[in-house]
């Protein structure tokens, strides 16, 4: 009988390959005295109400008292939430989310009165205020309220919706529950005649089988498990777009993409010629697979097909520590500080290493102002993807580390926008990197493959995603239903378009876009594309230039969320008010391709 791999339950993980979470709380017991303080803390915001427009010395404690309390929140709410990642089915951990939730809703109905009451003061007497030296540090945060003027209700309104809170999260919490706990897909054969789990994290490493048969079956028995649960899903993915439909109306919003864009300050302008610039890039896109296909030497291209590197033959295993000394060495250019606080950290216990039952799967970082920059990983040796994947979260790391250490609490939290510029420009120096210690030729090739295919996705993919997004709440808005025929009507013609007219869609494929998680955080996905062109720009001018081009990317990750990303990123060199870094990127591709095509032929 064949032995059948699984994963190790999480007390059987050794404790050196699990991430240290003692810099947020020493335990569960510590945490519980601190949230019993937050309790009783958030009644203090009573103590401010109706007074903010009394003194600039009263504004100010009443600010300093927010952030004490948001700081709290952050180490509460981050260690309940790492908690729960670590095995999703206990039910402590869930219940320490749920418990932490209930009191931060309480906590923002308690604190909703602060932005109207900024809002409804005479202009000409909040700006006197702002002259007081003890409003110095806030001046930012009270303009950055000032621009919500006209989105903001009244005092009882905003503690409506405050109050909705945590019913808002019930579609995003019924997608994970059933993805990551209750949908099973059975076991499938591998390449190497070993039977092993088919999970949402071993999915992506059968999809890479050089055996074709494996990723078609694995693929057909993965996406059996949603057609059997398609109307739970379209349900749920239509709840979460009509949540967004809702608030942006009750905040009086355009539409939800306007509402989503606001925040950053960003143009729509930006989404829109993204799609643009992708779409007038789509045949160098379809090249790519007709010369894939070509390469494999296939009859018709699936998308299981469009994963697995085109050279399969050349062994890439990587333990923990060898991709560590990878990723430390590609980040060089950033210089010894930079190198030395994420060595340490990657070989600590920043990071939580491998997959075990339960387990959230994919990969994240997430900092805070008081602990350490944590990462989930689902580390996997044979998976070099997965070497990109660790630098990628270590950029995300590393930003939280330098904003944190040079920006007050109020300004360290940079946006997703200039977040994923930080993480994918490390996986920009990693392939820089790797092309350039090796003289294998089909280990080049293997590496342009990859860096075409990470555009690919990043760029291309994420773009589809933000149209599908955008396709997908517009129908909302105009009244259209969200259903499984809609839902699968739509993402179909976006598959046929991005993909062209000698790919074969499988049909199933159809209901992609009731698994992709980011889909529950509205108009999220963008920011990848957008954060990939920029990162390719600054990663040529950091690897072409010197020390003031170093100091100018190092400056921008202390940035946090200090001015406004676009600016943030024009400080650092370069313009995505413009279309042109997203060009540039695609010219890239198209050349990549090129190098990889004179290679292979």
Known sequence: ???????????????????????????????????????KMIEGYAEYKGRLSSSAQVLAECLAFDVEVDRLAERLGTYAFLKTTEDQANNLYQGLVGRFQSVAVRAGQLASYLRPEILSMDATHLERLLEAPELAGYRLSIQRIVRYREHTLNDSEEALLAMQGEMAQTASKVFRQLTDADLKFGEVENEKGEVVELTISTFSQFLISPKREVRQKAFAKYYDQFVAHENTLAAALAGSIHGDVYYARARRYPSSLDAALFPDNVPRSVYENLIQAVRDELPNVHSYFEMRRRFMGLEQIHHYDTYVPMITDLEQDRDWDEAVETVIESLAPLGNEYCEVLEGGLRGRWCDRYPNKGKQSGAFSCGTFDGAPYILMNYKPAVLNDVFTLTHEAGHSMHSYYSAGNQPFQYYNYTIFVAEVASTFNEQLLTHYLLNSTTDDRFKAYLLNHEIDSIRATIVRQTMFAEFEKVTHEMAETGQPLTVESFRKAYRQLLDDYFGPDFVIDEQLSLECLRIPHFYRGFYVYKYATGLSAAIALSRRVLEGGQTEREAYLRFLKGGCSKDPLDLLSDAGVDMSSPEPVKVALQHFGNLVKQLDELLN
């Open 1 to 39: 009988m064949v032995e059948v791999k699984r994963l190790p339950i999480r007390s059987d993980v050794p404790t050196s390959d699990c991430w240290d979470l003692s810099s947020l709380y020493e335990s569960d017991q510590s945490w519980e005295m601190d949230f019993v303080r937050f309790e």
